[in-house]
């Protein structure tokens, strides 16, 4: 059997499915469970400077958005970090620590832009036993307005003013956690690089609007007649979270410094994904404060059954795998010709293809008097709709041309050689070369 | 002692006061809102959908679905019944397993479709209930027409010819509106006098006058109505029923079928009406399963179902021989009636195996005798009182095109008319359809 052990910037876990940093991981008792459930390591709630704990809203935190069947997609919060006081914080560490030593257990931090600060607090971090530090530079809401959480995240020169402070004042790993909420996410990544930062951790939340109330006029969640923007997380931003973490993986500047891949992890399939594009280990908060704890156990048995059958003995072996097939567009191949096809026996003949492709895209579905549908190669161009909107999996495929064969769209012989945009005669710049 | 199912003959209060209630409760409770979204959430909102094509009044059940899915009820009614008027009523009627159900997507996909009849109960339901009318008159045409029959067909066409601004007058033999849906559909598919109150939403429209007790032959002519009005709708159903033609029909005991269902759904309380120990139900429609299905509920103990070819042929629909079943009702297949024996009451019923020959269905010979304390004739109706000087084709009133009769300036539709499959359904469709083409022909 696969070998699910994972060590991460020298933090040994049985799994590498940790909780990320948010309420699940608050307090000592959820904690506990977490652990019995079989997660591998959790990243403790945010921890704020010694003295009176922030304060949360006393209405609703969450919105949400719900696909078919409720089934919950998104999430946004406008919680804060703990409003439970430093020091019992730091005893409840303390005592799960030493109970779990084969548990990886990373405090996350949260304090002022001051040396001071951070010298104040990582000292009483190191004294529970914790394994290292997570530096929350993420948080879009509320505590950014007060200059921390994705205020720094967004000014690449903080992230490695306060990496260096840590790594400076501490001797446990530091992950700096990055916010999404920024145009390049190399940029800060790059800047965590050069504070000495051991790993990055992304994405954190996402600056969102869930729905709006339409009766109050209110957008949600709704506290007393007003709303306010919150952090987005869940399935549905797996996508922009994958990409993220794939950039920072492909970019020469960041490519060897560790990820923990966090955004949307739901199965253990998004987990593999994550650790194909480069995350070392994945976070996860949204798919267990859904279904509880309980879910790590498929993500553990699905991720160890997926590795067998692939013959990957270790988690590292999957690391960046996948990252050497992330392109930029203007590498891909314009000589490669694909075409749609649709399995008879599997359609149900809803014809939601039909109508995609009429309305929307090429017209290359035919549709029959008896609603058999079917792909009209001279007018397809693969572009893969048909198959997304179609409801029963497998059922439309993208059949690759041969080359030698003529493109019945173009009239063309599909090239055998590989040929991009950059050598591409409709290029502009190709003409300015030659 | 009080009568339980043992208790020989035809009697009253078979069972437990108490269970009628039960028993005759809607066959299947309508969807809460709950229930309704998750149901919604599995139409595919399929292009040129199959179940549209499958409903005969062509209600576009995508759309509707979305507009439930989308938290709208009120508008998914109001596409419901731009089609079908009586979509209420068809919702709890229509065997949507052989329809728009058996159509969907999702039964080719998984076997189970989406539950298109019980979401548009639910859509039709949600606007009803705030006994709205959605529909306005045109402007008044000051033409009049007369419906000869306020079943589904007549309903349909009148509320459809009022909204375009014409003056309705509807006629019916019975003292209540409603028809076949009024008198002759299973009593828990039409709970809580729903027939009733769908007639007077219906009527809320106005424009349409109820003349109730009158009847071709019985008050009317049809050469009168033509005359005072400018054009007339027929849609007077079949009114008679097939005769066994076996010896022993005239024995006490020995009964129509709808009228079985016409007084049971007019009785006022369940437990005062008479059900045989020992009830055979001769047909294999909708109407013998409703029959049986009632009989069984009224406490008989023994229900049979004896029809003369196989299953497969049955006019009722696999759910509705699956619901007979599940009732305790026996269905016998490939067997007709020889004769009913008894001294002056049904004791017996001697039925005899058929088989199919290339020369059609012929009994066997062989026979066997059942206990029949009552027997009920479902095997067909029959047009009753067609007016003289009308076409008839194949025992109904000849139509072309949405229901044009071989008269000027009379249509027909419904049961009484040719084509169609008897369902309500279809008798709204040819209503609407008909009332489209009287609106037009009175427009030129």
């Given at each position: 059997m696969a070998d699910l052990s994972s060590t991460f910037v020298g933090i040994k876990s049985p799994n590498p499915f940790w909780l990320a940093s948010a309420p699940p991981t608050d307090k000592e008792y959820n904690v506990r469970r977490a652990f019995e459930a079989g997660w591998g390591g959790v990243v403790w709630k945010t921890l704020g400077a010694e003295g009176p704990p922030v304060v949360n809203v006393n209405g609703p935190r969450y919105g949400a958005i719900w696909g078919a069947d409720r089934r919950l997609l998104g999430l946004n919060n406008i919680e804060l970090i703990t409003d439970r006081p430093l020091e019992v914080n730091l005893r409840e560490i303390k005592s799960v620590k030493r109970d779990y030593p084969d548990r990886a257990l990373v405090v996350s931090l949260m304090v002022p832009c001051e040396e001071a600060a951070w010298k104040a607090i990582l000292p009483l971090v190191e004294e529970t036993g914790a394994d290292g530090v997570e530096l929350n530079f993420g948080c879009p809401h509320g505590m950014a307005e007060r200059g921390m959480g994705s205020a720094v995240g967004q000014v690449p020169e903080y992230i490695e003013m306060v990496t260096r402070w840590v790594k400076q004042n501490s001797r446990m790993p530091c992950i700096v956690k990055l916010t999404p909420n920024i145009t390049d996410i190399r940029k800060p990544a790059e800047a965590a690089a050069r504070g000495g930062a051991d790993a990055v951790s992304l994405i954190n939340t996402i600056n969102s609007i869930t729905s709006v109330n339409l009766d109050e006029m209110c957008p949600e969640p709704m506290i007393d007649g007003q709303g306010s923007h919150g952090g987005y997380c869940g399935p549905a931003v797996k996508p922009i979270a994958l990409n993220m973490v794939a950039e920072i993986a492909r970019n020469p500047e960041t490519a060897n410094i560790p990820i923990s891949g966090i955004g949307g992890v739901t199965t253990w399939r998004d987990a593999a994904e994550f650790i194909s594009l480069g995350a070392g280990n994945v976070q996860v908060c949204t798919a267990a404060m859904t279904y509880g704890f309980k879910i790590v156990q498929e993500m553990i048995s699905g991720l160890s059954q997926w590795m067998d059958e692939k013959g990957y003995a270790s988690v590292d072996e999957v690391v960046g795998r996948a990252v050497p097939k992330v392109k930029d567009w203007q590498d891909l191949n314009l000589n490669y010709v694909a075409k749609a096809s649709i399995n008879q026996d599997d359609c149900i003949k809803c014809g939601r293809c039909f109508a995609a492709c009429e309305d929307t895209s090429h017209q290359a579905i035919a549709m029959s008097e008896d609603r058999t549908f079917t792909v009209k190669d001279d007018e397809c161009?693969?572009?893969?709709l048909c198959v997304n909107v179609c409801p029963v999996e497998g059922c439309i495929t993208m059949v690759p041309m041969k080359p030698g064969e003529v493109d019945p769209r173009t009239g063309e012989v599909v090239k055998e050689e590989y040929g991009n945009w950059q050598t591409h005669p409709n290029n502009p710049a190709v003409w300015a070369a030659e | 002692m009080p009568n339980s199912q043992?208790?020989?003959g035809i009697v009253a209060g078979r069972l437990p006061d108490d269970s009628y209630a039960e028993n005759f409760a809607d066959l299947h409770a309508p969807l809460d809102a709950h229930e309704a979204q998750v149901a919604a959430d599995r139409c595919y909102f399929c292009h040129d959908a199959p179940c549209v094509t499958a409903c005969p009044t062509s209600i576009d059940i995508p759309l509707f679905i979305r507009q439930i899915a989308t938290g709208t009820p009120e508008a998914a009614a109001k596409t419901i019944f731009d089609q079908n008027i009586l979509g209420g009523m068809c919702a709890r009627v229509c065997p949507t397993e052989t329809l728009c159900e058996q159509a969907c997507v999702r039964e080719a996909a998984e076997g189970k479709p989406v539950m298109i009849g019980q979401l548009q109960r639910y859509a039709t339901d949600r606007l009803m209930e705030k006994n709205r009318h959605p529909y306005t008159r045109a402007p008044e045409t000051g033409k009049r027409v007369a419906v000869v029959g306020a079943g589904p067909a007549g309903l349909a066409c009148a509320h459809r010819l009022a909204m375009h601004g014409h003056d309705v007058t509807v006629y019916d033999a019975r003292n209540k509106p409603g028809g076949l849906n009024e008198y002759g559909i299973a009593a828990y598919k039409a709970v809580d006098r729903f027939a009733e109150r769908e007639v007077s939403w219906l009527l809320q429209i106005g424009g349409i006058r109820l003349e109730t007790g009158k009847a071709l032959g019985a008050g009317l002519t049809l050469e009168a109505l033509r005359e005072d009005f400018d054009a007339v709708f027929l849609a007077i159903g079949l009114a008679g029923v097939n005769a066994l033609r076996a010896p022993g029909e005239d024995k006490a005991g020995v009964e129509d079928a709808v009228s079985f269902i016409a007084e049971l759904r007019q009785a006022s309380d369940l437990s005062a009406l008479p059900i045989g120990r020992n009830v055979v139900v001769i047909g294999g429609g909708m109407t013998a399963v409703d029959a049986a299905v009632q009989a069984r509920l009224l406490g008989a103990q023994n229900v049979t179902i004896a029809y003369r070819r196989g299953r497969d042929r049955m006019g009722a629909s696999k759910f509705e021989q699956d619901l007979a079943a599940s009732r305790g009702v026996r269905i016998l297949e490939n067997v007709q009636p020889k004769a009913i024996h008894g001294n002056g009451s049904a004791v017996e019923i001697e039925l005899e195996y058929t088989e199919e020959t290339p020369e059609g269905l012929k009994g066997t010979g062989e026979t066997f005798r059942i206990p029949a304390d009552q027997v009920f004739k479902a095997i067909g109706q029959t047009l009753e009182g067609a007016p003289e000087g009308l076409e008839i084709a194949g025992g109904k009133i000849a139509v072309t095109g949405a229901g044009q009769t071989s008269l000027p300036g009379v249509w027909a539709g419904g049961d009484c008319a040719s084509g169609g499959d008897d369902l309500t359904v279809t008798a709204v469709a040819e209503g609407r359809d008909a009332a489209e083409a009287i609106h037009a022909a009175l427009g030129a």
């Open positions: 161009v693969a572009c893969n | 043992l208790t020989p």
